[in-house]
């Protein structure tokens, strides 16, 4: 009996200790879930700009109940008219077309499932991860020496058509990219390669792309390290890391699968012949 009750009590603690385990381990998958998830810009079908914001605000509250309020990027929200881009940086203009071209074509990312195929950023999968794709080109400004590029946000019931969804269009509640100034012209121009693949577009042209009036949109301009809009409009942290996580963790992957449904080779145009000059984007 004795030996019995001891082997019982062996296995019941051992039980628990997996149980134990395997909570931590959804713990943590949904924990990283929940970052992806709370920085994501899709609009759900049907969804307004404000029923988007408010799902994004509820979920953000309940993820990090430590932080004290901030100017965050989605507070600083103004009407196109009053945008301040008096600090946006300026670059050379021959930088500027340098910039976007290696950031658009550079291959330097891996997955875990095909870790022999290097990748670039998710340019072919509109749907989401923009603040990602903002913060990888910002930080390859920052390794070649450049001041890094501002942030620009958008908000409203934003829609863009594009090749590279099945139904040419997705919806966001908001958009980020980064942006510098001409110093031939002062314009203040985006890189976005995942709206024009083929040239930096001025900022009211990249606006005008996702909404029919420039009433329709408000926006912040940010510093170059504001990674979505519940960080610090000023003064956040680099999140480089938190970029190449998401992108090798979500978006590579969802950018793969995405050609597939297209009925594209995605080791063809995820590798040597991207489609920046066939009209795919």
Not at 8 to 30: H, P, R, T, V, W
Not at 44 to 59: G, I, L, V
Not at 124 to 135: S, T
């Amino acid at each position: 009996m004795r030996t019995q009750f001891v082997v019982s009590l062996a296995m019941a603690f051992s039980l628990a200790a997996c149980a134990q385990g395997a909570d931590e381990d959804i713990a943590a998958s949904n924990s990283e879930l929940s970052t992806v998830d709370e920085n994501s810009a899709a609009r759900h079908a049907n969804e307004s700009y404000e029923e988007a914001a408010r799902r994004h605000d509820e979920r953000y509250r309940r993820n990090h109940p430590e932080l004290a309020p901030a100017l965050s990027a989605k507070d600083s929200q103004v009407p196109v008219d009053e945008a301040d881009l008096s600090k946006v940086p300026t670059w050379a203009d021959a930088d500027i077309t340098a910039h976007f071209e290696q950031s658009r074509d550079l291959r330097f990312m891996t997955t875990s499932n095909r870790p022999n195929f290097q990748r670039r950023i998710s340019w072919l999968y509109p749907d989401d991860g923009c603040f990602a794709r903002a913060e990888l080109v910002n930080a390859k400004a920052e390794e070649s020496g450049k001041v890094r590029p501002y942030h620009l946000f958008s908000f409203g019931n934003l829609t863009v058509r594009t090749n590279n969804h099945p139904n040419g269009s997705v919806s966001w509640w908001y958009h980020t990219v980064p942006v510098v100034k001409s110093a031939s012209s002062g314009e203040v121009l985006v890189l976005d390669a995942a709206l024009d693949a083929k040239k930096p577009i001025p900022w009211k042209e990249w606006l005008l792309m996702q909404v029919s009036s420039l009433d329709d949109v408000k926006v912040s301009v940010c510093d170059g390290k504001a990674y979505a809009p519940s960080n610090a409009c000023f003064g956040s942290g680099t999140a480089t890391s938190t970029a190449l996580n998401d992108e090798k963790g979500t978006y590579l992957q969802r950018e793969w699968d995405r050609q597939t449904s297209l009925g594209r080779d995605p080791n063809a145009v995820l590798g040597d012949s991207p489609p920046w000059g066939d009209g795919a984007l």
